[in-house]
């Protein structure tokens, strides 16, 4: 049974991989950053707010906001 979850849900040292965007309007911000569909994530660190959060894709560090983690779409492994 595959699980869906928003990035923003996940705990930190889980590795996910991406399925979709829930919005097109940060979709190509996030392509352009090395978060496609089936890339694998690792969330690093999340702030002690929650906001931002720090993640492990494409060979590198990036942090993202909350509200754009609510738009990433990841299926469990």
Do not use: W
């Amino acid at each position: 049974m595959t699980t869906f979850k928003k990035l923003s849900e996940i705990k930190i040292g889980k590795t996910v991989v991406i399925h979709s965007f829930e919005s097109d309007d940060i979709f190509l911000k996030l392509m352009e950053m090395g978060c496609v569909p089936g890339e694998k994530i690792t969330v690093d660190q999340i702030a002690p707010f929650k906001d931002p959060i720090s993640i492990s894709v494409a060979g590198y560090q990036l942090s993202l906001r909350l509200n754009e983690a609510d738009h990433i779409i990841v299926e469990e492994l």
